[in-house]
């Protein structure tokens, strides 16, 4: 996908349109909204294997609340994230979704989703054809994928780990710092 249609789909998707077939005509996987009876079975840490994951449920307790305000203080929470086609393991289920906005052309979009950990992994594979550059985020075990946009703070980011696949799109603002917050929360 080219940069101008990333951004494109990114400011298109802050504004609260999603469509299940992005422009270009290649449908993306869709995060799926959790049914009230299902739950997230956590692992059971033994030995060296990393604590279960800390997944939150609250889009206004996000993060340090000091990084929170200074990121989207001063947006809109728009919608829950339900319908955005935005890269995710296959069977991805969303835990939640956050869509903050604010004028024409300034958002957040956060979509923190779980998956086995096979489908994680293989979803990782998929990212470098689609742009993105990946590495190992040493401070939390996980891997960090990110795809720029052309504008000032416009991008896509995934952190994943295990059954954690968490996607942040910018557009005009930087999320870097709240992203990390959100991912210390997460893993710890």
């Known amino acids: 996908m080219s940069f101008a249609v990333g951004a494109v789909v990114a400011v298109a998707a802050l504004s609260g349109c999603a469509s299940e077939t992005p422009p270009g005509g290649e449908p993306s996987a869709s995060v799926s909204t959790p049914k009230p009876e299902q ?12 604590a279960p994951a800390n997944l939150p449920t609250d889009c206004l307790a996000l993060g340090a609340a000091e990084t929170r305000e200074e990121t989207v203080g001063d947006m809109t929470l728009q919608s829950n994230g339900e319908g955005f086609v935005r890269p995710a393991p296959e069977g991805a289920t969303l835990a939640l979704g956050c869509d903050w906005i604010v004028g024409d052309a300034t958002g957040l979009l956060l979509l923190i ?21 990946c590495q190992p985020a040493e401070d939390f075990g996980a891997q960090f994928c990110d795809l720029p946009g052309e504008g000032a703070d416009t991008e896509e980011m995934i952190v994943a780990r295990d059954d954690v696949w968490i996607y942040m799109s910018t557009a005009n603002r930087n999320g870097r710092a709240f992203l990390s917050d959100i991912v210390q929360g997460i893993f710890g």
């Open 39 to 50: 739950s997230v079975a956590e692992p059971t840490p033994t030995g060296d294997q990393p």
């Open 113 to 133: 989703s779980t998956a086995s950990a096979d489908a994680v992994t293989q979803a990782l594979t998929t990212l470098p054809a689609e742009g993105y550059t």
